[in-house]
């Protein structure tokens, strides 16, 4: 099973290309963004050292069916998916903050919480609260942009209005823009059987208009649980069941490693490949309720160029 872990192109009209932690972004003569979801797995904010087949092509139709799904609520940066791999759309400056909606107390928040946090990004939270636990109104956690290789870390809205980083009305629009979006997640999950736990979204301006940039609802960017059996589990406290990265994690955590300085990310054997490249199928075909059609994955690159190529020609 192949999978692409690096790129290195030069398309017609490229000025730059940015390499992150799970996706090149290539500048198009300052107008246009080419953003290849590349097959590399990310956690801990460690870039982990194998790459994951279809990794890439189930994140990047997962996205481009929510940025469909959404254009009534916001304008979005995709124009076209020139490849399974791939989606083209009009630059942004973007916001230096990811926009974090929270709609159950679990993941980051949770660890924080049970250590004795009772605030988070400004956001206040009551004592008793259990792992698992449904807000009664979604909370808004913003963590700053980290470069590769640094952690994320959480702002405040009042940190981020002093730093500059938004304005009081830019902020305003972006926090309309999260609830809105996390609500039609919502409602698009739920009819899949599905809750839609918490996400991230980005946003940048283009010509002066605020517009939702990345990927949206993709299980990289978002944790979901299943309905059936929520409220069990949660009575009892024991575990949901989950469809999200938080498996990776996870396995990363029962082998002794979280990103921190000295751990080692453990050995990923075929095996263990194999196994999160079948989870993250399961996880396309609950999420879109569609089966997933797989591409042929040989000789990635070169076809990943001229798809390109040729939507960069008739543009």
Excluded at 17 to 29: A, L, P, S
Excluded at 36 to 63: C, E, M, W, Y
Excluded at 229 to 234: H, N
Excluded at 284 to 299: L, P, R, S
């Amino acid at each position: 099973m192949k999978a692409l872990t690096a790129t290195d192109y030069n398309f017609p009209g490229q000025k730059s290309v940015y390499h992150g932690k799970v996706r090149d972004v290539y500048n198009i003569n300052d107008e246009l963004l080419v953003m290849v979801a590349t097959d590399r797995i990310s956690a801990f904010d460690v870039i982990l050292p194998k790459g994951i087949p279809f990794k890439g092509q189930i994140l990047n139709q997962i996205a481009a069916k929510f940025l469909d799904a959404t254009t009534d609520i916001c304008p979005n940066w995709k124009l076209s998916t020139p490849d399974p791999m791939v989606t083209a759309g009009v630059l942004c400056e973007g916001f230096p903050v990811e926009m974090i909606v929270r709609g159950y107390l679990c993941g980051s928040a949770w660890r924080a919480y049970k250590s004795g946090v009772r605030e988070i990004c400004g956001v206040k939270l009551p004592d008793g609260m259990k792992e698992n636990q449904k807000f009664p109104t979604p909370i808004i956690t913003p963590t700053t942009k980290a470069e590769i290789g640094e952690h994320d870390a959480d702002i405040s809205k009042e940190e981020i209005l002093a730093k500059g980083l938004a304005t009081p009305e830019e902020y305003d629009i972006l926090e309309k823009y999260t609830l809105a979006l996390f609500a039609r997640g919502t409602e698009i999950a739920a009819k899949r059987g599905l809750i839609l736990v918490d996400t991230k979204y980005e946003f940048g301006k283009h010509n002066g208009e605020i517009y939702l940039m990345d990927e949206i609802h993709t299980p990289d960017s978002s944790r979901y649980f299943y309905a059936e059996g929520y409220q069990e589990k949660f009575d009892a406290g024991l575990p949901q069941k989950q469809l999200s990265k938080e498996f990776v994690r996870e396995w990363l955590m029962d082998n002794g490693f979280q990103g921190k300085a000295g751990q080692q990310v453990p050995e990923m054997t075929d095996e263990i490949v194999e196994s999160i490249s079948q989870r993250y199928i399961e996880l396309y075909e609950h999420i879109t309720g569609e089966e997933f059609k797989a591409v042929n994955a040989d000789e990635l690159n070169q076809r990943i160029e001229k798809n390109v190529t040729a939507y960069l020609a008739s543009k």
